[in-house]
């Protein structure tokens, strides 16, 4: 065995099996089977166990040209779904000897952005805005992105990486690969549920961002409410901020017509918002107006009445992203289908109060 000062090397593995170094690299890189006996496969696996030999990944990863580096991009890191789609990645990637870079992109927006200049055009003193990833081809294995900060991709040319799209447009995507949680049932769930309630005047708290995940959650709703007659719908939008909810549900209540009986919210974020304004305006929940929520973040339940939402698994979401990706790098055709989602039905909620 060699000094305990000297890290164990193949060569070592080899002389200690009495194999040659290529069975070693054979046998630890699982490319054995049909070229070396199962005898000794267990007899190099075992002189590695006792040499304490780890294989030097970096030499590895420069041989085989991979940096075993993937990017997350997301809208922001500001809510916990996204924690937790970056938490269901790594944890993939690390099984597999990958690492994850996490890049929030807010409203979408990429990362370059020119040097500062002075109001007379010249340049100006203060430190030039880096670009972190201009040398993203060469760092990067691959991208998974969500579709709300598809357009980063283009700033850091992740577009031209091996790509997988989070809440994306199947048709249109930009990616080699799509992972998408099942959102319209995610919408027909809430829709069947106000209606099973009851509800015909129903308030759609819109998230004020063009994406193909809030675009389904619209036309889902909408077809849903038209598919029974009697029903009204009615759509305020709003930025996604509990401030930006508050505006617009106040808004939309207090306009001329019948008082919507429920609101259907995009996000948690916005529930909380139009909890706010009904309290503003003396409106009781669920007893004067119900509302529901997409995502069941841990605010839906910190607010009173508890949120009725739709559960959506950031982590699992995660998971399926990051094996899409091991997927396209290898050549496979990624699993398929669309991640179940379930509506959890809280104190929100409630049949309308009699005319």
Known sequence: MPPSSTRPTSRDVAHAAGVSQAAVSLVLGDKWRGRVSETTAERVRRAARELGYRPNLAARNLRLGRTRTVLLVVPALTT??????????????AEHGFG?????????????????????????????????????????????ASSMAADALTAIRGDQLPLVMLDSDPEGSLGAATVNLDIAGGMRQVADHLLGLGHRRVLHLAADIPSWTFDV?????????????????RTARAPLSIDGALTATEAALTAPGPRPTAVVCDDDKLAAGAYKALRRLGLRIPHDVSVTGVDDLGLATAIDPELTTVRLDAELFGERGMRALLAVLEGRRPQGGDIPVDLVVRGSTAPPAAP
């Open 217 to 233: 959650r619209a036309r889902e709703l909408a077809a849903r409410l038209a598919a029974v007659p009697g029903t009204s719908l």
């Open 100 to 144: 994850v870079v996490l890049y929030p992109s807010p409203e979408g927006i990429g990362p370059a952005r020119p040097s500062p200049t002075t109001p007379e055009g010249r340049p100006s003193r203060a430190a030039p805005i880096p670009d972190p990833f201009a040398s993203a081809q060469a760092a990067l294995d691959g991208v998974i």
């Open 80 to 93: 916990e779904f996204f924690a937790g789609v970056y938490t269901g990645a790594a944890r993939v990637a």
